[in-house]
T-cell receptor, first 118, second 108 residues
Framework: GAVVSQHPSWVICKSGTSVKIECRSL??????MFWYRQFPKQSLMLMAT?????????EQGVEKDKFLINHASLTLSTLTVTSAHPEDSSFYIC??????????????FGPGTRLTVT | GQNIDQPTEMTATEGAIVQINCTYQ??????LFWYQQHAGEAPTFLSY????GLEEKGRFSSFLSRSKGYSYLLLKELQMKDSASYLC?????????FGAGTRLTVKP
């Protein structure tokens, strides 16, 4: 199946700093990418949806100025957590959907990035 | 919006069969997915249903009834490695949202 990578796989940062997470579709063009957040023992919560070349659509309660999403190309989307605080510590997972290899209905998930803010 | 419900936890015995139910409410239904997620890992795709009926894939089967807003995931010949969370996800016209997940424990 199609492959989606995320980098870094884990990161520890100090409170007040910013962290950028990259999500790449390796063998297909992702017209739409999704960013999810998952707290321990909870399900995935959709944060935002981004289409290549346009602004991301944020879910209610997700601060767009805090979680900056850039979908600059059909293979790359980035999530930047600005001025991170301990409550932002979570497992961030991206997902990509698009044409090319793989079924158009399927979303492919990256391996996730574990963020710890101290 | 969407409302997706599934049991929080289930326990079953190795070699047995288990059925995990999922009910949902959504506007603009565009498919139902089941994912498996082991602790600390990203979800992996198991099945997809967009039409009513049963989809079988090896030891896993998934059923959908759109009129009832209901799906189930059936796992046969359970193995210890099947212990994981199983997520029901519903896609509407715009995006995919997940249920809270069912944590399945398989015991010897």
């Amino acid at each position: 199946g199609a492959v989606v990578s995320q980098h870094p796989s884990w990161v520890i940062c100090k409170s007040g700093t910013s962290v950028k997470i990259e999500c790449r579709s390796l063998d297909f063009q992702a017209t739409t990418m999704f960013w999810y957040r998952q707290f321990p023992k909870q399900s995935l919560m959709l944060m935002a949806t981004s289409n290549e070349g346009s602004k991301a659509t944020y879910e209610q309660g997700v601060e767009k100025d805090k979680f900056l999403i850039n979908h600059a190309s059909l293979t790359l989307s980035t999530l930047t957590v600005t001025s991170a605080h301990p409550e932002d510590s979570s497992f961030y997972i991206c997902s990509a959907r698009g044409g090319g290899q793989g079924s158009s209905y399927e979303q492919y998930f990256g391996p996730g990035t574990r963020l710890t803010v101290t | 919006g969407q409302n997706i419900d599934q049991p929080t936890e289930m326990t079953a015995t190795e070699g047995a069969i288990v059925q995990i139910n999922c009910t949902y409410q959504t506007s603009g239904f565009n498919g139902l997915f089941w994912y498996q997620q082991h602790a600390g890992e990203a979800p992996t795709f198991l099945s997809y249903n967009v039409l009513d009926g049963l989809e079988e894939k090896g030891r896993f089967s998934s059923f959908l009834s759109r009129s009832k807003g209901y799906s189930y995931l059936l796992l046969k010949e359970l193995q210890m490695k099947d212990s994981a969370s199983y997520l029901c996800a519903v896609r509407d016209r715009r995006d995919m949202r997940f249920g809270a997940g069912t944590r399945l424990t398989v015991k010897p």
